[in-house]
């Protein structure tokens, strides 16, 4: 579930609803078949964490007229293309089958189409970005680049069960925070905010990032397949070593030993409910947890520096509704 203090601002309802008229107008093109495969994770849903963040962080000096709503929305709805455009392509590399409940892209016509789709989605995305002038544009630019640093970081550790810690912080850092940190910045940018307040929603766009992609992996080994509209421990069989495997394997013993010695390799059922299960017993989920925490407390800190109003208010707790999640 969405954090709900970011969904529960005045007028907010009205927001997320233009979040998905714009989405869905952001993908027409006169290619109807195209225009399915582009359409087909944005009409299957998702949390609109992003663009909701965007329309948020524009408000933190006071609530915005309708034109300065508009342009956050246009702002968000560029984040929420590029991470549509990303899933395509992440779930071509993951030969992936289902994402948000439904089919995958790639499932369901294939790994070119969903390749091209993707692409289409980033184009469509740095149009908008381009609309709001030459500083978003540039922003969301060099955001693409950290999602791509970010994905090589975690390829070139797959199957490495000496991944350090540092790796995957760095990866998640790129791959994830780093739009969530564009978001918030994209709000400051079209309310037109001082620096100083621009730089402080970056900084609590990127803490806030670091949890919500912490709490993604944790819940990954903790959920079922239903909850999680995926396949359940799913990162381990790739090979993606995320926080509560590296830190139960930090903590040494027996634990350690039984999991290192199913690591390295694909795992198949029972392979991976054993792993699974000793993930989920000894003590990696609480280790990955706290290290969440100290993220969440930084995007509090983050907010301290903005102006009292119930969009900071909002943002302050947001992180501590995610970790609820739990």
Not at 144 to 149: K, S, V
Not at 289 to 295: C, G
Request: glycine share 8%; with cysteine; hydrophobic share 45%.
């Amino acid at each position: 579930m969405p954090p709900a203090p970011l969904f529960a601002l005045p007028g907010h309802a009205a927001s997320v609803a233009r979040i998905e008229a714009a989405l869905k107008e952001s993908v027409h093109t006169p290619d109807p078949y195209l225009q399915d495969i582009a359409s087909h994770l944005i009409v299957a849903g998702g949390k609109r964490l992003r663009p909701v963040l965007t329309v948020v962080a524009a408000q933190v000096v006071g609530e915005a007229d309708d034109e300065l709503r508009e342009k956050a929305v246009q702002g968000g709805i560029s984040c929420e293309l590029v991470q549509t455009g990303s899933l395509y392509h992440d779930d071509v590399m993951d030969e992936a089958h289902t994402r948000r409940g439904v089919d995958t892209v790639n499932a369901k016509w294939g790994n070119l189409q969903a390749i091209l789709a993707g692409d289409f989605l980033l184009a469509r995305a740095s149009g908008i970005a381009a609309s709001l002038g030459t500083e978003v544009a540039g922003l969301l630019a060099r955001t693409i680049g950290r999602l791509c640093e970010g994905q090589i970081e975690e390829l070139r550790h797959t199957y490495n069960a000496a991944r350090p810690e540092a790796s995957y912080l760095s990866s998640i850092s790129g791959k994830t925070a780093s739009l969530f940190a564009t978001a918030a910045r994209i709000g400051g940018l079209v309310a037109e905010l001082d620096r100083s307040l621009i730089d402080a929603l970056t900084d609590y766009g990127e803490a806030f990032g670091m949890v919500f992609q912490i709490v993604d992996d944790v819940l990954d080994v903790t959920a079922t397949d239903k909850q999680l509209g995926k396949p359940a421990g799913h990162d381990m069989v790739e090979g993606v070593y995320t926080l509560p495997v590296l830190r139960t394997l930090q903590a040494g013993g027996v634990a350690a030993v039984e999991l290192l010695s199913l690591l390295g390799r694909p795992l198949d059922a029972v392979e991976q409910d054993k792993a699974l299960g000793i993930v989920r017993s000894n003590g990696g989920i609480d280790a990955a947890i706290t290290v969440a925490r100290e993220w969440a407390d930084r995007a509090e800190a983050a907010c301290h520096l903005l102006p009292a109003s119930a969009a900071t208010e909002a943002m302050r707790i947001a992180p501590s509704a995610l970790l609820a999640t739990l």
